[in-house]
């Protein structure tokens, strides 16, 4: 009769009881679930602890390449998902009840897929509740009138083009002036018609000759062309590492939840001798 070790099957045994298999479940969702918020709660922690060194300035709008904080930030991105995804991981492996009468390849694989989906999950509860905060950091900064042109990156070229010569703040621009301007970003170009038509505009609201108004128009155009160029860039660039964190993550929960699993077995098969 083959020998059991740890609540495993020998690694020589190809079969197991059939009424053993039908009672136990292949998910510890209790284990899954508690892992997961622990991974989540450590997760907040640490974005928390990189805000606030100012390891969290991945600036999207960043005028030229990675800068020394970004690439510290990129560092604190992988190295916080690592870590608090191995610690769900491994929480979800030893909180697991022990599958008895079970092969040691599929107690491994068990293991493997309770801690992906300790991972899984504890991704869902951070981005619903990352979601959620910023969405009412935001309605609260709508409310105070803080929210305007002031995070659009090239909104610092719209509003150069209508200084004025007096030194006094230009007057208010016209939406239709907004809605031309982000036309020409998303085509790559300004249409004469258009052009034409914020030259006549600048040169009324400002004061400033017809000649100096078609020079902001088209240094405008450019500068704002070249920094949406680079928060495209810099957008890629936030997402890839983005997703070498997560699946590095992934990984670190599967692996770090087969020995919470293993220590788990280990132990109960010692207090049973």
Do not use: C
């Amino acid at each position: 009769m083959a020998t059991l070790s740890a609540g495993y099957l020998n690694k020589d045994q190809d079969r197991v009881d059939p009424g053993g298999e039908a009672r136990s479940s292949g998910v510890a969702w209790g284990a899954v679930i508690g892992g997961a918020f622990v991974a989540a709660a450590f997760y907040l922690i640490m974005l928390a602890l990189g805000t606030g060194l100012g390891l969290s300035a991945l600036s999207p709008w960043a005028s030229r390449g990675a800068s020394a904080i970004a690439w510290s930030a990129i560092v604190w991105l992988l190295f916080t998902n690592v870590v608090a995804s191995a610690l769900g991981g491994y929480i979800t492996g030893r909180l697991r009840t022990k599958w008895a009468v079970i092969h040691n390849d599929e107690v491994y694989f068990r293991d493997t897929a309770n801690g992906f989906l300790s991972w899984a999950v504890a991704l869902v509860i951070s981005v619903t509740m990352l979601t959620s905060a910023a969405a009412s950091m935001l309605g609260r900064a709508t409310d105070a009138g803080v929210v305007g042109n002031s995070g659009d990156p090239t909104g610092y070229y719209f509003d150069k083009m209508f200084r004025s010569t007096q030194g006094e703040p230009a007057a208010t621009v016209s939406g239709s002036a907004n809605r031309i301007f982000a036309n020409a970003l998303r085509r790559g170009s300004l249409p004469a018609e258009d052009r034409g038509y914020l030259t006549n505009l600048i040169a009324e609201k400002t004061g400033v000759s017809r000649q100096e108004a078609e020079k902001r128009v088209d240094d405008a155009t450019v500068q704002a062309q070249v920094a949406a160029d680079n928060a495209r860039k810099e957008t890629a660039r936030f997402l890839l590492w983005s997703f070498v964190a997560l699946m590095m993550g992934a990984f670190s929960a599967s692996y770090a939840a087969t020995i919470g699993g293993r220590q788990r077995d280990d132990v109960l098969h010692a207090s049973q001798h």
